[in-house]
């Protein structure tokens, strides 16, 4: 049977701590979907469609990657591919308060998926969404910490 993970979040943007994440999923997993949650409630910074495309390019040499956009609950979501893991990575304590949480939620939906934590690689760990975002509001350059180009 295929191992398939889903790799959940709002991805905006799309980071170097997130590639990396996916990189090293792929010695655990055969195929991993990256999914971005639409949040109807929540304005992105980052278009989605951009994002899409962007997260497709960076992994275009890895066939076993895809790219969804979804708007449903994740462990539906995670059903609904017949991806038995949830991959997510974690930072700090802070993380893992959070994390903790939502994958006691998952199990609860779906009782047969399993969440796969991984520890961020130490160079990577201070980069967040956010604060890319606020750089980026204020026309600080934000390249360093993206996989790909921004256009
Ligand atoms: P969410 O909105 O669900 O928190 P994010 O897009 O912020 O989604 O993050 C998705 C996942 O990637 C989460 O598991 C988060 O902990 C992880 N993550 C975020 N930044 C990094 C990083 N620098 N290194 C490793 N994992 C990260």
Known sequence: ??????????????????????LRGLQLFDEIVIGIGR???KQRYFGL??????????????PNVRVEAYDDL?????????ARFLLRGLRNTTDFEYENG????????????ETV???????LAPISSSIIRDLHRYGQRIDDFLPYQLH
Do not use: C, W
Request: glycine share 6%; charged share 20%.
């Open 1 to 22: 049977m295929k191992r398939i993970a889903l790799f959940p979040g709002s991805f905006d943007p799309f980071t170097k701590g997130h590639e990396d994440i996916v």
């Open 39 to 41: 949040n109807a409630n």
């Open 49 to 62: 469609d951009q994002m899409v495309q962007l997260i497709e390019h960076t992994f275009e040499k890895h």
């Open 74 to 82: 994740t462990a539906n979501v995670a059903r609904k591919l017949g």
């Open 102 to 113: 939502i994958s006691q939620v998952n199990r609860y939906i779906y009782g047969d998926v």
């Open 117 to 123: 934590f991984l520890i961020t690689s130490p160079h």
